[in-house]
């Protein structure tokens, strides 16, 4: 059973690895101003469960089979995680502000001030605001063992008003929420307050911490419900894409702006993150998946942090590329263009593999460990 689930869980993150690497390839595609409306409604709307769904991952990970009603040591739990997080973000936080500086030529990057927003923040690259949140649940994890130990009295009740006081404080974060004050710290706050600020990931957070205690009532309720959670899923995916197209073609916004709009922090969003989360580990759960298919998600998932951390350089260099050779992000090269962007990154964590068995200490600086782990999932 354990052996099971380990495996929807590794799947999943396989799959919201790709669903990662295509919303950032949508944002390259916008160089082309003919660009397929419905190609980057797969890659930027369909997508965006991605990085919700990791918290969801981390936290399953973190509290299957751990005793909420044990001791707990704090300081041993802060030591290890952080050494698996907050130094690889350090590391990859100077690697982004070192290239950064190179490319442009603007040494104004290494200042004390900006490199105290940066790294404060999550800065330094677009994908790393994950970490930094990532870092705040493990900071207040005593915190959410005793949430989680309240919410399993009377979990449907307890998830349900977390759900919609979640829905309302990301759409007033996501809608309403400007930084118009006259503190300058308090603007700098509510400006990346998206960078940092766990809140808007609190639920599927908790949710994943309650479905991986609760495993054995969950596996069975998965199991009962698999048509339900089907229709939720499509029902919730439909409801994202009716959102953007409302946006393009009723509201007349451009494909940038109407992204920014309809994104996993929207009402319908946040609703998708949770239908995926159900509707992903019930696929990857019950239903057998061709050879192919298992091997890529398998490779996907154990090799997903060094992908996580990496592909934008990978991403970088391949845009360079095209652009120095004269192509256009067509339909056809942007799925060239997202393939290879998978298959380098990939490779670049087989590589860190092996090349961690003989330089520990280069594993250590940018992934935390000797070996590859996933992304921030305890299993």
């Given at each position: 059973m354990a052996k099971q689930r380990i495996t929807a869980i590794e799947y999943i993150r396989g799959i919201a690895m790709l669903g990662v690497i295509g919303i950032h390839t949508g944002a390259?595609?916008?160089?082309?101003?003919?660009?397929?409306?419905?190609?980057?409604?797969?890659l930027e709307i369909a997508s965006r469960f991605s990085v919700p769904v990791f918290f969801f991952v981390s936290a399953f990970g973190l509290f299957f089979k751990q005793n909420l009603y044990s001791g707990f040591n704090y300081a041993d739990f802060l030591r290890r995680r952080f050494k698996t997080v907050l130094?690889?973000?350090?590391?990859?936080?100077?690697?982004?502000?070192?290239?950064?500086?190179?490319?442009?030529?603007?040494?104004?990057?290494?200042?004390?001030?900006?490199?105290?927003?940066y790294l404060l923040f999550g800065l330094?690259?677009?994908?790393?605001?994950?970490?930094?949140?990532?870092?705040w649940f493990y900071l207040l994890m005593p915190l959410w063992r005793q949430m989680i130990r309240i919410i399993l009295n009377h979990p449907v009740r307890y998830l349900s008003i977390i759900f919609f006081c979640q829905v309302a404080f990301n759409?007033?974060?996501?809608?309403?929420?400007?930084?118009?004050?006259?503190?300058?710290?308090?603007?700098?706050?509510?400006?990346?307050?998206?960078?940092?600020?766990?809140l808007h990931y609190l639920f599927i957070f908790l949710f994943g911490g309650v479905c991986a205690l609760e495993y054995n009532r969950f596996q069975i309720l998965v199991i009962r419900y698999k048509r339900p959670i089907l229709a939720f899923f499509l029902i919730a995916l439909c409801g994202m894409l009716a959102h953007y197209y409302y946006l393009l073609f009723i509201d007349h916004y451009s494909l940038e702006e109407a992204v920014n709009i309809a994104h996993?922090?929207?009402?319908?969003?946040?609703?998708?993150t949770l239908a995926a989360a159900l509707f992903w580990y019930m696929l990857f759960s019950l239903s057998p998946l061709p050879a192919v298919c298992t091997a890529v998600l398998h490779s996907l998932g154990e090799y997903s942090y060094p992908i996580y951390l990496v592909h934008p350089l990978v991403m970088y260099y391949l845009s360079a590329f095209l652009t120095h050779n004269g192509f256009i992000m067509t339909n056809t090269v942007?799925?060239?263009?997202?393939l290879t962007a998978v298959v380098f990154s990939l490779a670049f964590g087989i590589w860190l593999k092996k090349a961690g068995n003989y330089l520990p200490w280069l594993s250590l600086l940018l992934i935390g460990r000797r070996q590859p782990v996933k992304l921030k999932s305890e299993t």
């Amino acid at each position: 059973m354990a052996k099971q689930r380990i495996t929807a869980i590794e799947y999943i993150r396989g799959i919201a690895m790709l669903g990662v690497i295509g919303i950032h390839t949508g944002a390259y595609s916008l160089s082309n101003p003919a660009i397929n409306i419905h190609l980057f409604a797969l890659l930027e709307i369909a997508s965006r469960f991605s990085v919700p769904v990791f918290f969801f991952v981390s936290a399953f990970g973190l509290f299957f089979k751990q005793n909420l009603y044990s001791g707990f040591n704090y300081a041993d739990f802060l030591r290890r995680r952080f050494k698996t997080v907050l130094i690889p973000y350090v590391v990859w936080s100077y690697i982004y502000m070192l290239h950064a500086a190179w490319v442009s030529g603007d040494p104004t990057v290494w200042s004390l001030a900006a490199t105290g927003e940066y790294l404060l923040f999550g800065l330094a690259s677009y994908q790393l605001y994950f970490l930094v949140i990532l870092l705040w649940f493990y900071l207040l994890m005593p915190l959410w063992r005793q949430m989680i130990r309240i919410i399993l009295n009377h979990p449907v009740r307890y998830l349900s008003i977390i759900f919609f006081c979640q829905v309302a404080f990301n759409y007033y974060s996501s809608y309403r929420l400007e930084a118009n004050f006259t503190n300058y710290y308090l603007n700098l706050a509510i400006q990346y307050r998206l960078s940092y600020l766990f809140l808007h990931y609190l639920f599927i957070f908790l949710f994943g911490g309650v479905c991986a205690l609760e495993y054995n009532r969950f596996q069975i309720l998965v199991i009962r419900y698999k048509r339900p959670i089907l229709a939720f899923f499509l029902i919730a995916l439909c409801g994202m894409l009716a959102h953007y197209y409302y946006l393009l073609f009723i509201d007349h916004y451009s494909l940038e702006e109407a992204v920014n709009i309809a994104h996993q922090l929207s009402p319908i969003g946040v609703l998708y993150t949770l239908a995926a989360a159900l509707f992903w580990y019930m696929l990857f759960s019950l239903s057998p998946l061709p050879a192919v298919c298992t091997a890529v998600l398998h490779s996907l998932g154990e090799y997903s942090y060094p992908i996580y951390l990496v592909h934008p350089l990978v991403m970088y260099y391949l845009s360079a590329f095209l652009t120095h050779n004269g192509f256009i992000m067509t339909n056809t090269v942007t799925m060239i263009f997202y393939l290879t962007a998978v298959v380098f990154s990939l490779a670049f964590g087989i590589w860190l593999k092996k090349a961690g068995n003989y330089l520990p200490w280069l594993s250590l600086l940018l992934i935390g460990r000797r070996q590859p782990v996933k992304l921030k999932s305890e299993t």
